[in-house]
């Protein structure tokens, strides 16, 4: 850059006289402005002080040829040996959950609960009992993971001797849940149909019963919603007669079909009204001829508290509660597993990398001055969850081309600085630092004038109206012209600072507001639910109703946190405090 | 297997991850994925040309502003994916298309339904569907459950499919709305918005090859000599240099406004090159200096705000003189203390005493006209109306007709009428929004303009309403 700088001086002097300040054209000069650090000069100029050497770069010529010429290339990744892409392939499975289910590791802190769910299931599918289980954890806490990696298994065995029905409370309704059983049922006993074909012309009754079954199979999700209802229970209960029939020939083990339902945000259908679809599955349970297992999984603690006596006194009153990691060395094996493909994995044909990998993955989180072992440790003192590191670490893995790079990027960690610091770029002070100078002293003057009003309330006039006295008490201060103003063509520069007009400053405001800086003060923020939102869209609220300059906002950071970003160079930082 | 990164100039790390974050392999691709920044800053350029470098990817986008409603946008995701894997699998077109309607897709669960049924058509096939929602927060009536269901859509789908899986791509421009699903864990990139230098960059990659050919032809034009093909890029580029100093306090760190900006002037910064100066920078930049003093960018029609205000005077807002009067009346009503309406307002001497005789104000630390307007009751306005409205007496003053002649103005029907008419306007409002009894003592009022507009409307009166702040504040 600074070889260009040099090269192109004589180009970018042509326009030099133009717009830059006259101190820009001699480059040494520049300098002694910079070392010396005047505080007048930077405090009234510093942004376009700290430019004048980019910008001097982006005059040249050739440099604008070169970004020009630059824009349309493509960046790929190197091809690297086969055995490495085909370990990096494994370990991002691995680390996405996708690795086939028999491969798959299941963190150890969760081997408890992975028995206990695996017990249950086994125990509605293979021994046909009927359960319910409610499984309590916060989010990403692999409730539906392990349950879901169980079906799977047990799926590759018995794969004709259940079916699994999932409904989840954010989607469904509890109309739409019913719906949403009997087309589920519909497409499962159909599949179960078309695996088993011409087994059902074995006696005349029971044909009878077949037909009754495939009418209904093909139409259950037909009628209205209490049809709808009474035929799926009445079709569970027919299953067990059908699966009966059908299976004569075969083993008497495998006669009836389990129907196991998972419900995710079960919280959600145990609602304030009546909770019917809950109470008669939970009856199910109890009753129905047909094995039944439900799983709720849920965020609420509190999940008993509200399902309704009769529904509750239905329920086994079994519930899981997620397993979470209590200490760092804990949490260090559970990362250990995250990073490391699972032992015995058949797919890994080539295991020189995985062993590799494994000692020295090891290695790292052993050693506590490793920026590895300092991240996991970051990691559980804030976060302490298993998927932010995961999210993290991806980027990671991926852009490795070789092993040996990406042992080298285990070492470094830059990826997940970067990974971490490019998501603190959304945060309050970040935003803050990237307004335009004007943007920043309108916000100044909004927090001044909120310290100074009673109920910290403001409104654009009496922004404004700081801002302007703000201006004026700075423009006093600045002597009009000075001789070291004085450029060589006797152009006299203005020092004073720009005034902008209140129709101008409106833009900002509004720039303000959509940068989340300002808040209506009637402003409800996001609604809770759809129902929220079209009563909202039905009355007009006063606030609307008022002119732009007199609407009353609330600050959404104070003086003081300003104080604390704006950075002392700048020409506001005396404006933030009163 | 790996994807091409396309270079995009301050989004290098950007793109880079997204392609750690979304792959060929299904299996490699995250379910969901956030792309967070503010408006402006290369959310959309970004994945738009991450999709163009990776054509083999398939991508659905989704733009939620133009669906007001949840429905209606979910609706558009049945019939964008349906028209995709129309045009993907062309031979199987038709039973993609019957019976399945998107407009039937009515709620969530109606979608899961459609897209089951696409699925189980093409159940041999296998694929991977990004869905791009190109500003989620933007939608008209977003609330937040709205994307749990989505968070989950995908959870419901990929039980039943293990060939078609849906990635979920938000581009989201408030953070707000981001940290209020932190507990997903999304893998999130942000794209912070661009700084001063960056805009600068990004406005001569993007405008420099246009703005050059303008020059040409218009350097042909002037029949100049042509200049050193450094001179002339030194032209162009000064001007976009010009431009992002003189307005990036204005616009902010918002290319697409800057950008405007140079579309609105080049033309008049064309117009002043000439024979004369085109060799002198420093020339032109003092001719066209009026360009780079003010924004311009008004949507009403040309002129300074002064020359504005005089061709508006005769019609403002096409009142009748007594709504005006109403208007003004109201005005005092909110911004004057009952307590000073008989020194101001009453013509007789004999009950000011004390004081209030003096009609002086105590000087207010914030002048009133910037805070809300006060409410008052329909009484007060009446009286002040009836105060300040000037009555036309058809006999000359001082003859003993006009003594006869002399009233007030009385509060007939067209003032209540003309009332009505503020009201309906949004011009005066009332506390309560529905059904009002305007003639109710208990409904209070207020006006509801502010001081530049009752200015405006009194100077079209030639009522002076400055006169009566004088001395609460300075203006």
């Known amino acids: 850059m600074t070889q260009e700088e040099d090269q192109n001086q004589s180009s970018s002097e042509i326009i030099n006289g133009v717009n830059k300040r006259p101190l820009v054209e001699d480059s040494k000069a520049n300098k002694a402005i910079d070392d010396s650090n005047d505080d007048l000069l930077v405090e009234f100029d510093s942004p376009s002080m700290k430019r004048l050497k980019k910008e001097e770069t982006i005059y040249s010529t050739t440099y604008v040829k070169n970004l020009l010429n630059n824009t349309n290339e493509l960046l790929s990744k190197k091809p690297s040996d086969e055995a490495f892409s085909q370990f990096q392939e494994i370990l991002l499975s691995h680390l996405n959950f996708t690795l086939p289910s028999k491969d798959t590791r299941i963190y150890s802190y969760l081997k408890d609960t992975h028995n206990e769910i695996s017990r249950i299931l086994k125990q509605s599918i293979i021994q046909k009992e009927s359960h319910s289980v409610i499984t309590v954890g916060p989010r990403n806490s692999f409730k539906?993971?392990?349950?879901?990696?169980?079906?799977?298994?047990?799926?590759?065995?018995?794969?004709?001797?259940?079916?699994?029905?999932?409904?989840?409370?954010?989607?469904?309704s509890e109309n739409a849940a019913i719906n949403g059983i009997a087309t589920q049922l519909e497409a499962q006993l159909q599949r179960l149909h078309g695996s088993t074909p011409n087994e059902k012309d074995e006696?005349?009754?029971?044909?009878f019963v077949d037909d009754e079954e495939q009418e209904e199979s093909t139409n259950i999700s037909s009628g209205s919603l209490t049809e709808v209802f009474e035929k799926i229970l009445r079709l569970l209960d027919s299953a067990s007669r059908e699966k009966v029939s059908t299976s004569e020939d075969d083993a008497s083990e495998t006669t009836k079909i389990t129907v196991v339902f998972v419900f995710d945000e079960i919280d959600t259908f145990a609602g304030p009204v009546r909770q019917t679809l809950l109470y008669n599955l939970f009856d199910m349970v109890e009753h129905a001829r047909v094995p039944v297992c439900i799983f709720g999984n849920t965020t609420k603690l509190n999940i008993l508290e509200l399902l309704e006596k009769r529904v509750k006194s239905r329920f086994s009153q079994r519930i899981i509660y997620m397993p979470q990691i209590n200490d760092l060395d804990k949490f260090k094996m559970a990362i250990h597993e995250q990073l490391t493909i699972p032992e015995n994995l058949d797919l890994n044909k080539d295991t020189k990398y995985a062993e590799q990998w494994e000692s020295f993955v090891k290695s790292l989180l052993e050693d506590e001055e490793s920026k590895l072992f300092q991240s996991v440790k970051t990691n559980y003192e804030t976060f302490k969850s298993l998927t932010t590191?995961?999210?993290?670490?991806?980027?990671l893995i991926s852009t490795a081309s070789s092993f040996e790079e990406l042992k080298e990027m285990l070492v470094v960690m830059n990826n997940l600085t970067n990974y971490n610091t490019n998501q603190l770029q959304a945060s309050f002070s970040a935003r803050v630092k990237s307004l335009s100078n004007l943007e920043l002293a309108i916000l100044i003057c909004a927090a001044r004038t909120a310290l100074k009003s009673k109920d910290e309330a403001i409104n654009f006039n009496l922004a404004y109206v700081e801002y302007k006295s703000m201006v004026k008490a700075m423009n006093s201060l600045i002597p009009s012209s000075t001789a070291a103003a004085l450029n060589g063509n006797g152009n006299v520069l203005e020092h004073s600072m720009k005034l902008w007009s209140k129709k101008d400053v409106k833009n900002v405001w509004e720039t303000l507001q959509a940068l989340d800086f300002l808040t209506d003060r009637s402003a409800v923020g996001l609604r809770e639910s759809a129902i929220a939102v079209f009563y909202a869209s039905n009355y007009v609220l006063q606030g609307t109703n008022m002119p732009f300059d007199l609407r009353i906002y609330h600050n959404q950071v104070t003086l003081q946190e300003l104080r604390r970003i704006v950075p002392t160079s700048s020409i506001y930082y005396s404006w933030t405090q009163l | 297997m790996t994807l091409d990164i396309p270079n995009i100039k301050f989004r290098e790390y950007q793109a880079q991850t997204l392609s750690s974050f979304i792959s060929q392999n299904h299996n490699h691709s995250v379910p969901h994925l956030f792309l967070q920044g503010y408006e402006s800053t290369g959310k959309t350029y970004t994945i738009t040309k991450f999709f163009a470098c990776n054509p083999q990817l398939t991508s659905v986008t989704l733009r939620p502003e133009e669906s007001v409603t949840w429905k209606l946008l979910i609706q558009s995701m049945a019939r964008s994916i349906q028209y995709k894997l129309c045009d993907l699998y062309p031979t199987r077109r038709v039973q993609l298309r019957t019976n399945l309607?998107?407009?039937?897709?009515?709620?969530?669960?109606?979608?899961?339904?459609?897209?089951?049924?696409m699925f189980t058509i093409l159940s041999n096939e296998s694929r991977q569907i990004f869905i791009i929602f190109d500003g989620l927060d933007t939608l008209q009536d977003i609330d937040a459950t709205l994307l749990l269901k989505f968070l989950k859509l995908n959870e419901?789908?990929?039980?039943?499919?293990?060939?078609?899986?849906?990635?979920?791509?938000y581009l989201i421009r408030d953070a707000n709305f981001i940290a209020r699903y932190s507990t997903f864990n999304v893998p999130t990139i942000v794209f912070p918005r661009y700084n001063y230098d960056q805009i600068l960059e990004l406005l001569i990659i993007m405008r420099f090859g246009d703005l050059y050919e303008d020059l040409l032809t218009h350097l042909d034009k002037i029949e100049t000599k042509h200049l050193k093909e450094d001179d002339n890029y030194s032209i162009v580029i000064n001007f976009i240099t010009l431009i992002v100093q003189a307005f990036q306090m204005y616009?902010?760190?918002?290319?697409?406004?800057?950008?405007?900006?140079?579309?609105?002037?080049?033309?008049?910064?064309?117009?002043?090159?000439?024979?004369?100066?085109?060799?002198?920078?420093i020339s032109i930049y003092k001719k066209s200096i009026h360009i780079f003093n003010a924004t311009n960018d008004t949507l009403t029609a040309d002129g300074g705000d002064d020359e504005q205000e005089e061709s508006n005077n005769g019609q403002t807002y096409e009142l009748s003189n007594i709504a005006k009067y109403l208007l003004i009346a109201a005005y005092f009503c909110s911004y004057i203390e009952t307590k000073y309406d008989t020194s101001i307002f009453s013509r007789k001497a004999n009950i000011k005493s004390g004081r209030s005789s003096y009609g002086r104000r105590k000087k207010m630390e914030t002048n009133p006209r910037h805070l809300q307007p006060s409410i008052f009751q329909l009484e007060r306005l009446l009286a002040i109306f009836q105060a300040i409205y000037p009555m036309e007496s058809a006999t000359s003053s001082g003859s003993l007709q006009s003594l006869l002649d002399e009233r007030l103005m009385k509060a007939n029907v067209e003032v209540f009428q003309n009332l009505a008419e503020l009201h309906s306007l949004k011009l005066i409002s009332t506390t309560i929004v529905r059904s009002i009894d305007f003639l109710s003592y208990k409904t209070k009022w207020k006006v509801n303009v502010p001081w530049e507009i009752i200015h405006e409307i009194a100077s079209s009166v030639d009522f002076d309403i400055a006169q009566y702040f004088s001395g609460v504040s300075d203006f």
Do not use: C
Request: net charge negative; aromatic share 12%.
């Open chain 1, 203 to 207: 006696t005349e009754g029971e044909n």
């Open chain 2, 156 to 169: 419901l789908l990929s039980h039943q499919f293990d060939n078609f899986k849906l990635k979920m791509i």
């Open chain 1, 144 to 172: 539906s993971f392990l349950i879901n990696h169980e079906l799977n298994l047990l799926s590759e065995e018995y794969q004709n001797q259940f079916i699994t029905i999932k409904l989840n409370g954010f989607i469904h």
């Open chain 2, 101 to 117: 309607d998107p407009l039937s897709v009515e709620e969530p669960f109606h979608l899961i339904n459609f897209l089951t049924k």
């Open chain 1, 389 to 395: 590191f995961r999210n993290g670490m991806i980027p």
């Open chain 2, 251 to 281: 616009t902010g760190n918002n290319i697409n406004d800057l950008n405007d900006l140079l579309d609105l002037k080049w033309d008049t910064y064309l117009s002043n090159i000439d024979e004369t100066n085109y060799t002198n920078p």
